[in-house]
């Protein structure tokens, strides 16, 4: 029998006080889709954002965008289009850092308990010979 990896989920943090308010919970990326988001070119046609598009809006899983007439705007590439450039490159950027960040330490370190009698004896014999 195999082994299926679960995807993991992200609710991004977005630092930019805009932003406050929204939400966006979105899938991993297999590496495939983080090489085609990170090869993203900005100076190239639109054409080459399509595949980011793509990969973008399948991740999503929710979130709480809305038009100015307050209907949802789907997870689609063309829910994704309607949106403004700066706001989607935030979006990419919040999601990209999210997927390819180390988790951070543990807590704490270990306490180092009460010393062995046995290290004791030879602390006190080796101190006793200065």
């Known amino acids: 029998m195999g082994f299926t990896p679960k ?36 100076s190239n046609s639109e054409a080459s954002m399509t595949p980011v598009l793509e990969v973008l809006s399948r991740a999503i899983i929710s979130w709480n965008v809305e038009d100015e007439e307050g209907n949802a705007v789907p997870t689609t590439v063309e829910g994704i289009e ?30 180092s308990g009460d010393p062995s009698p046995e290290g004791l004896r030879l602390t006190e014999a080796s101190s006793l010979s200065l």
Do not use: C
């Not at 930019?16 to 929204?22: E, K, N, R, S």
């Not at 919970?25 to 983080?34: E, I, P, R, V």
């Not at 700066?86 to 180390?102: G, K, N, R």
């Open 82 to 111: 309607s949106q403004e450039l700066p706001f989607v490159m935030d979006l990419i950027t919040a999601w990209t850092q999210a997927v390819s960040s180390v988790a951070p330490p543990l807590p704490g370190g270990s306490n």
């Open 7 to 42: 995807r993991k989920h992200y609710r991004l943090k977005f630092e930019d006080p805009d932003l406050d308010g929204l939400e966006v919970l979105m899938s991993s990326a297999t590496l495939k889709d983080l090489l085609a988001i990170q090869s993203l070119d900005l």
